[in-house]
């Protein structure tokens, strides 16, 4: 029924540099940093880490950890992810790894396995209503 929609990233890419793309037909090992956007949608073997965002298109398959500040997974991926910003898996996402993240968002039909580390701040528990709850259980 939802087959024909495509799935759009809650993540904006607007307004960022885009350094590198590895393309759809690419193989490539290694470790990567850059400092703007990458996105890949060929195969990677290796930690990618970027500045500001990392986009792993639909038939992307990567072995390795990520780390940015915002992570798209449209594809499959076997790693751990870290993330001070948010991760985002789409509907044709696929992670197997921990995550250690600031905000996560799951579409219907993701798939992760793996656990997840949100992390938040003193002022993040302050300004959420259920930080009081929280409080609660843990004393």
Do not use: H, W
Not at 8 to 18: D, L
Not at 39 to 57: A, M
Not at 59 to 73: D, F, Y
Request: glycine share 12%; hydrophobic share 30%; charged share 25%.
């Amino acid at each position: 029924m939802f087959s024909s929609q495509k799935s759009t990233p809650a993540i904006r890419q607007e307004n960022k540099a885009m350094d590198t793309i590895i393309g759809p037909t690419a193989k490539m090992t290694g470790n990567i940093e850059v400092d703007g956007l990458i996105r890949i949608d060929g195969n990677y073997t290796g930690d990618v880490t970027s500045k500001t965002q990392i986009v792993i298109g639909e038939g992307a398959t990567i072995q390795g950890n990520l780390s940015s500040k915002e992570i798209i997974i449209s594809g499959q991926v076997k790693g751990n992810i870290y993330s001070e910003g948010t991760l985002e898996i789409t509907s044709k996402g696929n992670l197997k790894g921990d995550i250690e993240v600031g905000n996560l968002v799951l579409a219907k039909g993701a798939i992760f396995k793996g656990k997840c580390d949100m992390k938040y701040t003193d002022k993040d528990v302050e300004e959420n209503s259920l930080g009081k709850i929280d409080e609660d259980i843990t004393n």
